[in-house]
């Protein structure tokens, strides 16, 4: 045995549910074969399970995860008491596991990240790394607002200085060396795509297709997408903060020469026409004045939030069983 395999090989994937009922029954079965023939080739160990974070759903995914946590133990379950959004319930969902996982794979529920992916991951596991990052290889099968808000996003973020991965949703994996390091972040304005790659570590990156949905209709509203970008670029930068001095140093430059215009002006003797130019530049200054704030004001209801240091999300229902039946579920399974 070479020093490769010698590591601890229980695999958890985690997955963010957000009324997933039209999907869920089918993403359970098709995760469920696939961790089996993985158990199978020997790649992870019997232990492993698939674990749904309900993200506070009104249709019956939880119901439906507790059916599926009662059929077979490779499945449970953690409830949130309402809907915290998709970076908490994965954040839940790998707090949950690190206790019992070595590695945590985060796939969503609409089975759009292809599974197969998962040897890529594991093999990458294996040879060492800590973190591996799941990346598209396209984006053919996103429709024309989704590829143009991902273009913007990835685009001002880098201009922001954010070290964000492009393409790179939260399809990855975390070691649980790596997941016990992020336990160490307390922040309650999370973005993990942002957070991950400031925590180092050996790390690689996976490609993978992107499919359809399978069923149902995307959960990230044009609001939670906002909210997303909002979070990422506050969480991860201060550079709008610097922008706004500069551009306020820009604007008082122009002000003083416009000072020492009118005042030679006035001195000469000449009219000043100037209606429109004070209009146009009062309205220019009062906007950016105003956009100035509510962007330093995005900052202070930040830190508002994280003074407070709330709880990130309430877990109201934890279902898991030991594991020991495993080998009763495989045999079912086989069908011998
Ligand atoms: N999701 C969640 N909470 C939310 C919104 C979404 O847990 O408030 C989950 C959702 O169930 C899915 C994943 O996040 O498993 C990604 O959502 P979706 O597929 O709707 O997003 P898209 O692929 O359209 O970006
Ligand atoms: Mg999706």
Not at 34 to 47: A, F, H, Q, T, V
Not at 147 to 155: D, E, I, Q, R, T
Not at 320 to 326: L, N, R, T
Request: proline share 1%; hydrophobic share 40%.
């Amino acid at each position: 045995m070479n020093e490769q395999q010698k590591r601890e090989n229980t695999l958890y994937l985690v997955v963010p549910c957000y009324n997933e009922e039209e999907v869920l029954l089918h993403t359970a079965e098709v995760m469920l074969v696939k961790l089996k023939r993985l158990i199978k080739e020997g790649k992870i160990s019997s232990k492993s399970k698939v674990m749904f974070v309900n993200d506070g759903s009104r249709d019956n995914t939880w119901n439906l995860i507790n059916a599926l946590c009662k059929q077979s133990v490779f499945f449970s379950g953690l409830s949130f008491s309402r809907n915290y959004g998709h970076q908490s319930a994965i954040l839940a969902g790998m707090m949950a596991a690190r206790a019992h996982a070595d590695m945590v794979v985060t796939i969503d529920a609409d089975l759009q990240q292809d599974i197969e992916a998962l040897d890529d991951f594991i093999s990458c596991y294996m040879a060492g790394c800590e973190i591996v990052y799941g990346v598209r290889c396209d984006r053919d099968s996103d429709g024309f607002f989704k590829k143009l808000s991902a273009n913007v996003f990835y685009g001002l973020m880098h201009l922001l200085g954010c070290k964000v991965m492009s393409n790179h949703a939260d399809y990855r994996l975390l070691s649980k060396r790596a997941l016990d390091a992020l336990a160490e972040y307390k922040e309650v304005n999370l973005f993990l795509r942002g957070l991950i790659p400031t925590m180092g570590f050996q790390s690689d990156v996976v490609y993978f297709e992107v499919k359809k949905r399978e069923a149902g209709q995307s959960k990230y509203t044009l609001k939670k997408m906002i909210t997303l970008a909002t979070d990422g670029i506050t969480s991860m930068s201060t550079r709008p903060i610097q922008i706004i001095t500069i551009l306020g140093f820009l604007v008082s430059l122009f002000s003083f020469c416009m000072i020492i215009y009118c005042i030679i002006d006035w001195f000469s003797g000449r009219n000043v026409p100037g209606y429109t130019t004070s209009l146009v530049v009062s309205l220019l200054t009062g906007g950016l004045t105003i956009f100035s704030l509510g962007i330093v004001g995005e900052y202070v209801g930040k830190i508002y939030l994280e003074t407070k240091a709330r709880p990130r999300y309430i877990v109201e229902s934890f279902i898991w069983k030991e594991a020991g039946d495993e080998a009763e579920d495989m045999k079912e399974e086989n069908g011998d």
